[in-house]
């Protein structure tokens, strides 16, 4: 049977990511490529209560069918949440948070369309993006976020841009944090520009010293659609994000959301509003920020003793999931990673975070999922790599 594929299909690619974790599967492997949570933060015990009650109290409705809004009790719980006045009837619960990605793909973006990026970003919300056929521009940054005159300059390049996507708080992949400062002229930015921003928010509450600036969608609620997600702070397994859009909007993400799987779990929905009740995220979050704080550090001293003379260059995120390195002159990621999977470390290459043209040089590292002792004896097999690597560096 010769099947016919759509247009938007050839425009689907595999997640590289997920290439590479097949090699972590290997025995031996210590990885720092996936972006997933440490086991260790999941409120098993927490969950198991909910899981009772919830079947104990509402089994009818937590099995059953329900609004394509989600539940009411959650919409409101993510309302008071989030640190500007958000009505719960601008909250669409979704099934994880790259649904959300979806939705505002198929929402806002025709063939052609101008998507513009940061540089490099997110490769799940290039994945969600690219089968609408837009042109994805990115958009180049600094240590403080997205660059404003690259900005302004890249939207004034051709038609007006759909919108600008991005991730302020310890992005992934790089881990940066956007500034105050920054904030608030990119929203001013914005606002001249009459340019939609996509906030996407996965990591903003796992800083490890001092809580991230206000969101942009506080200072532009009217401009902005705002991504959140309960993967990181209590389980990514329950598919469970939101988002929230200005009201003009929210009717069209939410027919797109009906099309797409009609609601998210309604029993999902159930145990997390449990579970959220009597403040718990207050309780259990420091927690996570403690753990991440100190494998953050354990790499971050394992790069200083195991790099030294070697020429990688990295930066020291102030929370998340994510480290951000940068070859010396003459090497490339891509090239580096099968040599490091042979000395027994994964990492994930840079150059498919960036919409464009690549720093085939940068790489990402994880660092929430290994051990101390794994971290150690990960970045010296990673060192020993570099050291083998067969084409000899510029000075």
């Given at each position: ?17 997920r ?23 999941f409120?098993?015990?927490?969950f198991?209560?909910s ?37 719960p ?27 513009l990026?940061?540089?490099p ?16 521009e ?12 690259a ?7 051709g ?25 608030q ?12 921003l ?17 969101p942009?969608?506080?200072?532009r609620p009217?401009?902005c ?37 009609l609601h ?31 494998q ?5 001293a394992?790069?200083?003793?195991e790099?030294?003379?070697?020429g ?36 994930v290459?840079?150059a ?7 720093d085939?040089r ?18 010296a ?6 050291r ?8």
């Amino acid at each position: 049977m010769a099947w016919t594929l759509a247009r938007r299909a050839h425009a689907m690619n595999p997640s590289v990511i997920r290439e590479v974790l097949k090699l972590t599967e290997r025995p031996g492997i210590i990885s720092f490529a996936g972006g997933l949570p440490s086991p260790k933060t999941f409120p098993v015990d927490a969950f198991a209560e909910s899981c009772a009650r919830v079947l104990r109290d509402d089994a009818q409705g937590a099995l059953q069918y329900s609004a394509s809004e989600g539940l009411p009790l959650l919409r409101e719980h993510v309302a008071a949440m989030l640190p500007w006045p958000v009505d719960p009837a601008q909250v669409l619960i979704t099934t994880g948070s790259q649904q959300g990605l979806d939705l505002v793909a198929k929402v806002l973006i025709d063939p052609g369309s101008r998507v513009l990026v940061e540089n490099p970003t997110y490769l799940g919300a290039l994945q969600a993006f690219a089968p609408m056929e837009p042109c994805i521009e990115g958009v180049a940054g600094d240590d403080e976020g997205i660059d404003l005159q690259a900005l302004a300059l890249a939207a004034a390049a051709g038609e007006p841009a759909r919108m600008l996507y991005l991730l302020p708080n310890f992005q992934n992949p790089t881990g940066r944090l956007m500034s105050e400062a920054r904030r608030q002229a990119l929203v001013e930015v914005a606002r001249d520009l009459d340019l939609p921003l996509i906030e996407d928010n996965p990591y903003g509450e796992l800083w490890f010293d001092t809580p991230p600036p206000a969101p942009l969608s506080a200072r532009r609620p009217d401009g902005c659609i705002y991504l959140g997600s309960f993967s990181k702070v209590l389980s990514p397994g329950l598919r469970l994000g939101y988002l929230v859009a200005p009201a003009e909007l929210y009717p069209k993400l939410l027919q797109a959301k009906q099309a797409a799987d009609l609601h998210t779990p309604s029993f999902n929905q159930r145990l997390v509003a449990d579970v959220l009740r009597d403040g718990f995220l207050e309780r259990h979050v420091p927690g996570i920020r403690a753990l991440y704080k100190s494998q953050r550090d354990a790499m971050l001293a394992a790069l200083e003793r195991e790099m030294s003379g070697l020429g990688l260059q990295w930066n020291r995120p102030a929370g998340g999931m994510f480290l951000w390195a940068r070859l010396p002159q003459g090497m490339d990621a891509s090239e580096l990673l099968p040599l490091a999977v042979q000395k027994g470390v994964a990492f994930v290459p840079g150059a498919p975070f960036h919409a464009g043209e690549a720093d085939p040089r940068t790489l990402r590292l994880s660092f929430v999922t290994a051990t101390r002792e794994q971290i150690d004896a990960g970045i010296a097999r990673l060192a020993e790599a570099i050291r083998s690597y067969p084409v000899r560096r510029a000075a």
